[in-house]
Nanobody
Framework: QVQLVESGGGLVQAGGSLRLSCTAS????????MAWFRQAPFKEREFVAA????????DYAHSVKGRFTISRDNAKNTMYLQMNFLKPEDTAVYYC??????????????????WGQGTQVTVSS
């Protein structure tokens, strides 16, 4: 079993920055393919970013490209999402997701078996 715990959310003004963290336990961290998703009020959960260690390439949703950066530190069992130039439309609950090994369908939430509890990010205008 894999446990994922996100942290780092909060309230920030538009144009500000936040760094989210996702710490994993229960499995060798380097064996996990991981990504970030988010869910805004009254909307479906959507893909945000996937890291290159997991999938061979770093990929971002078009809406966050150039502003968000995904990274991971296998020695600390932690994945990060650095979010800069935040906009009100970035307001959402952010989730980290993991699957053992690899998935080719990394854009889809159905590909992941493990999810964190989510961390709220609120961007005020």
């Amino acid at each position: 079993q894999v446990q994922l715990v996100e942290s780092g959310g909060g309230l920030v003004q538009a144009g500000g920055s936040l760094r989210l963290s996702c710490t994993a336990s229960g499995r060798t961290f380097s064996s996990l393919a991981m990504a970030w998703f988010r869910q805004a009020p009254f909307k479906e959960r959507e893909f945000v970013a996937a890291d290159s260690w997991s999938f061979g390439r770093t990929d971002y949703a078009h809406s966050v490209k150039g502003r968000f950066t995904i990274s991971r530190d296998n020695a600390k069992n932690t994945m990060y999402l650095q979010m800069n130039f935040l906009k009100p439309e970035d307001t959402a609950v952010y989730y980290c997701a993991a699957v053992l090994g690899y998935t080719s369908d990394y854009l889809s939430e159905r590909a992941y078996d493990y999810w964190g509890q989510g961390t709220q990010v609120t961007v005020s205008s």
